[in-house]
């Protein structure tokens, strides 16, 4: 019996102290309600409202607490509908909400302030009320930086492809790595991302993370970038980095010849061979053309960076290169194909007759011959005028004139080959004596000046020409056929009572031009230049030729720049004695400046004969030819006195 006893007795004392620990039911302790989340960017201003969301009323007695380590930190009152700050972190941020008594308008929210707030309110009397604060802040927009070194296929680790970097965001972000747009997934032996997070000064986070895998030859062109996700009050967010590609070494298994320009080459071209093959990076390469007589590959010489300039391409250039690769790593050689190159040409041109003569009115046949690798077109030019004159190897020339006399083009070209073409001139030569650009001319000239005149002639055999006064001559010849001779002589008074004549002779004759010179003054000049040169249209058209198929030509004239300086000056110099002769009048009372009626202008007697201006030029004569009248008035070729201009009348 004692041991039922006691085993009663302990189960009574176990219930008792059950009952002690849990209390009665009247006295259980509620346990805290669920808090409300209250979201805020950082920066941004939050508000706490005491209760419920739909409760209202006069909130008059409300102590707000900040929950610390399950401590309880007042931080804020209301009294009477006044709010009071607690001292404390929060003393200079917490106000209330627009005069409302139940909400706590929390300013400048930053990481730190991501805590439990607890209100109490007396009147009304509510439950105590918590609240969590939610801090939510966007990261910067990612970085990203890929590995530059290049990863190598052959290698069997993982190797580090790119590094995100993620700053200044709150909570930390999620970050997702793509490749080719599609989200990459940890996987074992091929892909591993490794992320870390440093906590700033400010509560943000920066995160980093590395991705790692292991790299095929398809991911030479790949376009990796990484994606931060995170959240605001607001929603769901996202932000990409850049697309960055990574350097993949790979061996090569194929090489082939590159020829720069491509389709068809001809002579003259700026042509680049070079090799490439299917690796990366791309190996030594060494360029070989076939021997055309031994057959055997020889080796060209290339630039550093192995390529073979064909500056300019030319027909020996044709045939078949071969490129080789040596891989340094693994030491494996490849050879491409040989590749056949080809350079169109046009060459060795000749005429037939070289130098072809005859006779007027007989006939003359011109044959043209090349060498192409390609079909060939002729054509026939008149060398001055570019006058097509007839197609095909032969050019048949009949009952010649004189003035077929000249240089003629042969032109083989190849229609397939654009712009592939050569020349050839020839000069023809039909019998005959001197004949002159012009019988006769007249020249404006001023004494004393030094004057370049100048004579043309044309004639087959090539004639020369002569002067029939001294001075410095000097000759040069545009063709086979034409001379042109130009004479630097003084203008004396001689000279301008004799003129000048030129004579053109050679073994089948002569002929001559004669120049007259007539002296330029300014009672001769007129405005029309032309009308007083001699060498205008109507003028020339008089002259006499020497052959009535002969072309008139003008020749250079001396530049006239000057004259008009001349005129510049004397206009000035006339202007401004008028005008010292006006103010003189006027300081003396003679002019009617300001008065009624008029008032005869005179000039005193004895000052009269001051205001006598002379006019000397050592102008060249064609620049003196602006100046003149428009009398038209002219000197003969001895008068050689000085003009003046009396301004006394």
């Known amino acids: 019996m004692g041991l039922p006893r006691l085993v009663c007795a302990f189960l009574f004392a176990a219930c008792c102290c059950c009952r002690r620990a849990t209390g009665v039911p009247g006295e259980e302790k509620q346990p805290a309600p669920t808090p409300d989340l209250v979201e805020a960017e950082v920066g941004r201003t939050a508000l706490l409202k005491c209760g419920p969301s739909h409760s209202s009323g006069n909130f008059s007695h409300v102590d707000w607490f900040l929950i610390h380590k399950e401590r309880q930190i007042p931080i804020f009152r209301v009294r009477q509908g006044q709010g009071q700050n607690e001292p404390g972190e929060y003393e200079h941020r917490l106000k209330l909400h627009e005069g409302s008594g139940d909400t706590l308008a929390l300013s400048q929210v930053t990481p730190h302030d991501e805590r439990m707030f607890l209100c109490k309110s007396k009147r009304p009397r509510l439950q105590d009320h918590y609240i969590k604060l939610q801090v939510y802040k966007a990261p910067e927009e990612p970085t990203i930086q890929a590995n530059a070194v290049g990863i190598h296929v052959d290698r069997q680790e993982l190797r580090e492809v790119a590094t995100c970097v993620g700053r200044n965001g709150y909570p930390i972000p999620q970050v997702i790595w793509y490749k080719n747009g599609r989200p990459l997934q ?29 790299l095929v030859k398809e991911d030479k062109d790949a376009q990796f970038y990484c994606e931060l996700s995170y959240r605001l009050p607001s929603g769901n967010r996202m932000k990409e980095s850049r697309e960055v590609t990574v350097p993949v070494f790979y061996p090569a298994e194929k090489v082939w010849v590159e020829v720069e320009p491509s389709g068809l080459l001809k002579e003259g071209d700026h042509v680049k061979i070079r090799c490439l093959t299917d690796g990366n990076p791309q190996p030594h390469f060494t360029i070989n053309k076939q021997n055309s007589s031994t057959g055997e590959m020889e080796e060209e010489t290339t630039d550093e960076n192995g390529i073979l300039f064909l500056e300019p391409a030319q027909k020996q250039h044709s045939g078949l290169y071969q490129c080789q690769s040596l891989d340094l790593e693994t030491m494996t050689t490849l050879s491409s194909d040989p590749q056949e190159l080809l350079v169109n040409y046009v060459s060795d041109v000749q005429v037939n007759p ?193 052959n009535s198929t002969s072309t008139e030509k003008k020749l250079p004239q001396p530049d006239s720049k000057g004259v008009v300086i001349v005129a510049v000056i004397v206009c000035i110099l006339v202007l401004a004695v008028l005008g010292a002769t006006l103010y003189f009048f006027y300081k003396k009372g003679k002019l009617p400046c300001g008065r009624s009626g008029k008032q005869e202008i005179t000039m005193p007697p004895t000052r009269k004969s001051d205001f006598v201006v002379e006019v000397k030029s050592d102008k060249l004569p064609e620049e003196m030819a602006l100046l003149q009248g428009s009398s038209g008035d002219k000197r003969a070729p001895g008068d050689q006195g000085e003009k003046y201009i009396d301004l006394r009348n």
């Open 186 to 214: 940890e996987e074992e032996n091929r892909v591993h991302i490794q992320s870390s997070q440093i906590v700033e000064s400010s509560g943000l986070y920066t995160l980093q993370s590395v991705l790692n895998a292991q």
């Open 354 to 546: 070289t130098a072809p003569e005859a006779q007027e009115g007989d006939s003359l046949t011109l044959t043209c011959e090349a060498e192409s690798n390609q079909d060939l077109e002729f054509k026939w030019l008149r060398d001055k005028t570019g006058q097509l004159l007839g197609k095909g190897p032969v050019l048949q020339l009949n009952n010649l004139k004189r003035e077929a006399g000249g240089r003629y083009l042969c032109m083989a070209s190849v229609p397939n080959v654009p712009e592939l073409n050569r020349t050839q001139p020839v000069s023809v030569g039909i019998f005959g004596s001197p004949w002159m650009a012009l019988k006769e001319r007249k020249v404006w000239v001023q004494e004393n000046a030094m004057l370049n005149l100048s004579c043309e002639a044309s004639g087959h055999p090539q004639p020369t020409i002569s002067w029939n006064v001294n001075g410095s001559a000097t000759a040069w010849n545009p063709d086979p056929q034409t001379v042109v001779s130009t004479l630097n002589v003084l203008v004396t008074p001689e000279l301008l009572e004799t003129g000048a004549e030129c004579t053109a002779t050679n073994s089948l004759g002569s002929n001559s031009t004669i120049i007259i010179l007539k002296l330029v003054t300014l009672t001769t000049l007129t405005p029309d230049f032309s009308q007083t040169t001699g060498l205008s249209t109507s003028t020339a058209s008089s002259h006499t030729r020497a």
